[in-house]
């Protein structure tokens, strides 16, 4: 049998789990996520409370799925919790998504490797750049600034046209026709309303933008 761990960071869309229908899914309301820090009580509520409704979705697909509220072994580790269901279950290969809290990360391929259990990690669709494109930016720039690794993601993503999408739905939701450049910041709207192009923009000063090859660029100062 194979499980596949969702973490409560990582509700992500159900499209991202048709390949792995083979698996069984496993999440766990965690003892040591809600404590780690002083949490509001109603953060504590919203981290909760997400992974349930994801738990009733995936139930609601029949996806299968293990699942440990806090009813019950709460206060276990969550390598415990894991390892009870590993032997009840007679798992022999668990996956999961990438991890970003390093370490839990940690602690949780050490527990594999200790319990002999093979383990495969799955690119996070988390981020708009996987881990090895961004170790592969840090090797090309040894001052990564974030306004270059912005410009990078924005042309491979081609967000420019996201941004004109939106600044076309608040121009027609303000009344105005918002300006097309060829070169140079997108404006928000026509120059008579300045309020709203400084309440999208307002870092924006005269001089910050500089035309390039697709459209704009930080000057660099």
């Not at 969702?6 to 390949?19: A, H, P, R, S």
């Not at 349930?52 to 072994?73: F, V």
């Not at 991890?99 to 690119?123: A, H, S, W």
């Not at 001052?143 to 491979?156: D, E, G, H, L, Q």
Request: hydrophobic letters at 35%.
């Amino acid at each position: 049998m194979k499980l596949f761990l969702i973490l409560g960071n990582q509700l992500f869309n159900t499209k991202y789990l048709k390949e792995y229908s083979e698996f069984t899914f496993y999440m766990s309301e965690d003892y040591g996520l809600c404590t780690f820090q002083k949490h509001h009580k109603l953060k504590i509520l919203l981290f909760l409370s997400s992974m349930r409704s994801y738990r009733d979705e995936l139930r609601a697909k029949k996806i299968k799925l293990i699942y440990n509220d806090c009813n019950k072994e709460f206060k276990n580790s969550y390598e415990k919790k894991l390892e009870r269901v590993i032997k009840e279950k007679k798992i022999k290969e668990v996956n999961f998504f990438e991890i970003e809290d390093k370490f839990f990360e940690k602690r949780l391929k050490l527990f594999l490797l200790r319990k002999k259990v093979n383990f495969r990690e799955i690119k996070s669709p988390m981020f708009l750049m996987d881990r090895e494109e961004f170790k592969n930016y840090l090797s090309k720039n040894k001052r990564p600034f974030m306004a270059n690794f912005y410009k990078i993601v924005r042309t491979k993503m081609s967000l420019r046209s996201v941004f004109v999408f939106v600044i076309d739905i608040i121009s027609e939701m303000s009344g105005t026709h918002a300006e097309r450049r060829p070169c140079g910041p997108p404006a928000a709207v026509s120059e008579g309303h300045p309020r709203c192009r400084h309440l999208l923009f307002p870092a924006h000063r005269e001089g910050d933008y500089a035309p390039d090859s697709d459209g704009w660029q930080y000057n660099q100062q």
